[in-house]
């Protein structure tokens, strides 16, 4: 497995199965990726907007000038030079997409007036580029719009946050990989960030030892529930990318799929015929997981990385994408 976000940095949470796009043109960072929440009086960076019309203008050396020590030591000035020209042969404009803000690191996102290439740029407080992503953007309207059979409730209780979601790579990462398309990573985030105390303990972190419960009524045809959370938090087990998982079938040719669950929490087991709002497990951090967070997408096979993600459609008829929370009824 490759790291998706690899040009965001080594902290971003990496779900299963994803590979790198090769067609990325990626300027990679070692400073971490947006892991928390969104906090609600925070916008755009004037910094950040101020980098963009600087790119647009021609000014690539002087955007290099406020870039990282980190990123510097990975990024020559002419590498970022001939990667930017290259990239935007052709550009008019760059829209503002998305923006959200977590702990203390700014994620904006834009794409171009074509809507065929996106720019992520991730700053920290005081307006240092830590990292850049060049981005060729596809779409795929078919899929887009063809949406789950059955409506699916909130797989947990409360209010969880889209770390990862929507029908765009640059919001959600998975959106390259068809057999992940639609798939969302989900945290729990209270005053922006999404741990409380020691930030290398799974314990400190909100989402972890959560229940996890049936979205739909199904019959549980996949268990794994012997892998260890990974410790301390950011070390990640490539080799067994999904970690403790639960797979539903729920009988009309659609798959619920709970991934990084927390070792030994998974209260069915293969046969079990389980309802909507029944306990599955407790989400930890195991597998491909930097911090504890849930996996969660429907498919039309049990078979992860041989079916194809279909875009799910939840009860109250939302469609949350990065920097939204999804709230259990």
């Known amino acids: 497995m490759k790291k998706v976000w690899i040009s965001l940095g080594v902290g971003a949470i990496l779900l299963t199965g994803c590979a790198a796009p090769s067609e990325a043109t990626a300027i990679p ?41 980190s990123f510097k030591q990975q990024v020559s000035k002419a590498q970022l030079v001939e990667a930017y020209t290259t990239f935007s042969k052709g550009l008019k404009s760059w829209n503002h997409h998305s923006h959200t803000y977590v702990s203390g690191s700014y994620y904006d996102t834009w794409v171009d007036q074509d809507a065929k290439r996106g720019l992520v740029l991730t700053t920290d407080e005081k307006g240092i580029i830590t990292g850049v992503l060049l981005k060729p953007l596809q779409s795929f309207p078919d899929t887009d719009n063809a949406l789950t059979k059955l409506a699916y409730s909130a797989p947990f209780t409360g209010e ?12 959600n990462y998975h959106y390259a990989v068809e057999s992940q398309r639609y798939a969302y990573d989900l945290i729990q985030v209270k005053d922006g ?3 409380k105390g020691d930030p290398a303990k799974n314990e400190s972190y ?52 709970f991934a990084h669950l927390k070792e030994g929490s998974a209260k069915v087991k293969v046969g079990d015929r389980v309802e909507k709002g029944d306990l599955l497990g407790l989400c930890g951090n195991s597998g491909n997981s930097s911090e504890a967070h849930l996996h969660y997408q429907v498919s039309d096979g049990k078979d992860l990385f041989n079916s194809k993600s279909i875009r ?11 920097s939204d929370s999804i709230t259990a009824k």
């Open 193 to 195: 960030f999404s741990y």
């Open 160 to 171: 969880w946050y889209v770390l990862w979601g929507g029908q765009n790579v640059l919001s």
């Open 206 to 257: 909100f989402a972890f030892g959560q229940e996890i419960l049936a979205p739909q009524a199904g019959t549980v045809v996949h268990v794994v529930n012997d892998i260890k959370d990974n410790v301390p938090v950011g070390a990640m087990n490539a080799q067994q990318p999904a970690g403790n998982v639960v797979i539903l079938d729920h009988g009309n040719g659609e798959f619920s799929y």
């Open 312 to 322: 799910v459609q939840w009860e109250n008829r939302v469609n949350p994408r990065q």
């Open 29 to 69: 960072s070692t400073t971490e990726s947006p892991t928390k929440k969104k906090e609600g009086g925070k916008t755009m960076t004037v910094k950040a907007e101020s980098f963009v019309q600087a790119l647009l203008n021609g000014k690539i050396e002087d955007v290099y000038e406020q870039t990282s020590p």
